[in-house]
C-alpha cells in the first residue's frame, strides 16, 4: 500500500501561483495513475487532473485548464500541481490519491481512487 502527504498550500492573492506536492511512501507512484481532487467548504469532492501511470498522459478539469499543469517525478516518488492565476474559486483542500488498480480506463469520480493523502489547505484572496 501506499501513503500519500500532500504540501504547498497556503494563502494567496488572485493571480498568484503556488505549487502542491504529494509525496508518496511505501510504494513507487510509477506504477499508479495519480488524481488530485479539491473540496470546498461545504461541497462535494470534485476532480481537478490525473496523469497517468503509462506515458504521464494528462486529463484536467475545464475549469483549471490552461491554468493547472501536473507533473510527475518517479525518481523522487512525487507528483506535482502547479497552479497558476490562481481564483477565489480555487479555494479549497487539495488532495491526491492514486486510481484503484480495477477500475480500468479514465476516470474522474473520487470513488474510483484510493489511498487519499490528508489534504493541504489552498486560500485565494481576492
Known amino acids: 500500500q501506499v501513503q500519500l502527504v500532500e504540501s504547498g498550500g497556503g494563502l494567496v492573492q488572485a493571480g498568484g501561483s503556488l505549487r502542491l506536492s504529494c509525496a508518496a511512501s511505501?510504494?513507487?507512484?510509477?506504477?499508479?495513475?495519480m488524481g488530485w481532487f479539491r473540496q470546498a467548504p461545504g461541497k462535494e469532492r470534485e476532480f481537478v487532473v490525473r496523469?497517468?501511470?503509462?506515458?504521464?498522459?494528462?486529463l484536467y478539469a475545464d475549469s483549471v485548464k490552461g491554468r493547472f499543469t501536473v507533473s510527475r517525478d518517479d525518481f523522487k516518488n512525487t507528483v506535482y500541481l502547479q497552479m497558476n492565476s490562481l481564483k477565489p474559486e480555487d479555494t479549497a483542500v487539495y488532495y491526491c490519491?492514486?486510481?484503484?488498480?480495477?477500475?480500468?480506463?479514465?476516470?474522474?469520480?473520487?470513488?474510483?481512487?484510493?489511498?487519499w493523502g490528508q489534504g493541504t489547505q489552498v486560500t485565494v484572496s481576492s
Open positions: 511505501g510504494r513507487t507512484v510509477s506504477s499508479y495513475t
Open positions: 496523469i497517468s501511470w503509462a506515458g504521464g498522459s494528462t
Open positions: 490519491a492514486t486510481q484503484k488498480p480495477v477500475i480500468v480506463g479514465v476516470t474522474t469520480l473520487p470513488r474510483d481512487y484510493d489511498n
